[in-house]
């Protein structure tokens, strides 16, 4: 362990969070290398965690965008109440994971703050051939989410790319490797395409500098992803 804390401080060097807090400001999305956020150790933990939480299927999301995905809770963030993680001893470990000092400074130098970020929502997302999460605004669940971060967790599938859709700009397709970290402004427009083959798996997680109740209005009952 203490290696693998040795060559990620190493990894993330002043310059290489430079280098990435300027292409999430350029393009809204950056993908950070696999070993850089999260050791192989780190992400074998979190898998061996997650298998502890029950399963649900979602099939609509916030703003009644069409879903079919499977969901894992470890932090919830219901509209007008305070995030909260799921009991049980598996959630609470996985947020110490994330919210480990050395992961928390690198993750705020890349998001380009001065104070620190919380998490205000954190939950698993498997997706068998099949499966998408149609084109949505992740702002649209929680308007003080800023960036959502999302870690890699599986190695061979096919399709699920990861789409951004800039105002303004072509969209931009993102095929990240198994542990690589994608961190996307929460503020465009994105989709995951059809898994065509394999499964897809990641963590995601939702920061925000405001730690206070979810200020989201709800028009409607929704199950939300
Ligand atoms: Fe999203």
Redesign the pocket.
């Known amino acids: 362990m203490a290696r693998a804390m040795n060559d990620k401080s190493r990894l993330l060097s002043e310059e290489a969070l430079t280098k990435y807090r300027i292409e999430l400001l350029v393009k809204g999305t950056v993908v950070i290398g696999p070993q850089m956020l999260f050791t192989q150790d780190e992400l074998a933990k979190i898998d061996q965690l997650q298998t502890e939480i029950p399963e649900e299927e979602v099939r609509e ?1 916030d703003a009644g965008d069409s879903h079919n995905v499977f969901v894992k809770r470890v932090r919830v963030d219901p509209p007008g109440r305070a995030p909260s993680n799921v009991s049980g001893a598996a959630p609470g470990q996985i947020m110490e994971l994330l919210e480990r000092k050395d992961r928390s400074f690198a993750l705020r130098k890349i998001l380009g703050a001065t104070s620190d970020y919380v998490i205000r929502r954190c939950q698993t997302h498997r997706m068998p051939p099949g499966s998408f ?1 149609g084109i ?3 702002a649209a ?1 929680d308007p003080d989410f800023e960036y ?1 971060v ?1 870690v890699q967790l599986a190695r061979d599938f096919e399709g699920g790319e990861f789409v951004v859709y800039p105002s303004g700009y072509e969209h931009q397709v993102f095929r990240p490797p198994f542990g690589a970290v994608l961190v ?1 402004t ?1 503020k465009l427009r ?3 395409k059809p898994v065509l083959s394999g499964e897809r798996r990641s963590l ?1 997680y939702f920061c925000s500098k405001r730690s206070g109740a979810n200020r989201r209005i709800i028009e409607n009952s929704t199950a939300g ?1």
């Open positions: 999301g999460v949505h605004l992740d669940s959502a999302i996307t929460c994105h989709e995951v995601v992803v």
